[in-house]
Antibody, heavy 117, light 109 residues
Framework: EVQLVESGGVVVQPGGSLRLSCAASGFAFNDYTMHWVRQASGKALEWVSLITWDGASTFYADSVKGRFTISRDNSKNSLSVQMNSLRSEDTALYYC??????????WGQGTLVTVSS | EIVMTLSPATLSVSPGERATLSCRASQSVSSNLAWYQQRPGQAPRLLLYGASTRATGIPARFSGSGSGTEFTLTISSLQSEDSAIYFCHQYHDWPPRATFGQGTKLEIK
């Protein structure tokens, strides 16, 4: 059974930092590009960042570029994102997603990040 | 940036009937389109990719068609469990920059 389990979501003050993690199991993690996708309450899904299977390439949405850093550890089947200089507009449910051939195949249940004073 | 527009915003259909959802791209995405289902409180689930290929485990009553800029998701013999938000996602652009669009909320009467 494929599982993606996100963790690390908490309430944080504006300007603060947070690290989200995702533990993967049940599929060939090494073969998948991994993404973070977020969803603010009542809003559409928004792609945040991706990292290729080997970690060699990363891409970011303009809204988080320079503030977020995505990383992965294939030896531990894990994905992370370091989030700095957080803003209220970063408040959302963050999903870890496994993608192959550009198709978002596997989704976690999400972890909630709330940026508020 | 390719903008995806779904219609209608809300659809209410009786059990056993058919629902037809439309997705329009602001420019051609060929057949590089996927459909997802998001039930309340759950993560999105892949339904179709390549505009018409069902993902593993998706029942045959879910079907898709279209190419270029116009796409359709048809759900036949609606069941109560089909109540969800459905959205399309184009993967013609890469890396993905666009959002997924607001989605269509399907209600089963």
């Amino acid at each position: 059974e494929v599982q993606l389990v996100e963790s690390g979501g908490v309430v944080v003050q504006p300007g603060g930092s947070l690290r989200l993690s995702c533990a993967a199991s049940g599929f060939a993690f090494n073969d998948y590009t991994m993404h973070w996708v977020r969803q603010a309450s009542g809003k559409a899904l928004e792609w945040v960042s991706l990292i290729t299977w080997d970690g060699a390439s990363t891409f970011y949405a303009d809204s988080v570029k320079g503030r977020f850093t995505i990383s992965r550890d294939n030896s531990k089947n894990s994905l992370s994102v370091q989030m700095n200089s957080l803003r209220s507009e970063d408040t959302a449910l963050y999903y870890c997603v496994g993608e192959r051939n550009r198709i978002f195949q596997y989704w976690g249940q999400g972890t909630l990040v709330t940026v508020s004073s | 940036e390719i903008v995806m527009t779904l219609s209608p915003a809300t659809l209410s259909v009786s059990p056993g009937e058919r629902a037809t959802l439309s997705c329009r791209a602001s420019q051609s995405v060929s057949s590089n389109l996927a459909w997802y289902q998001q039930r309340p409180g759950q993560a999105p689930r892949l339904l179709l990719y390549g505009a018409s290929t069902r993902a593993t485990g998706i029942p045959a009553r879910f079907s898709g068609s279209g190419s270029g800029t116009e796409f359709t998701l048809t759900i036949s013999s609606l069941q109560s469990e089909d109540s969800a938000i459905y959205f399309c996602h184009q993967y013609h652009d890469w890396p993905p920059r666009a959002t997924f669009g607001q989605g269509t909320k399907l209600e089963i009467k």
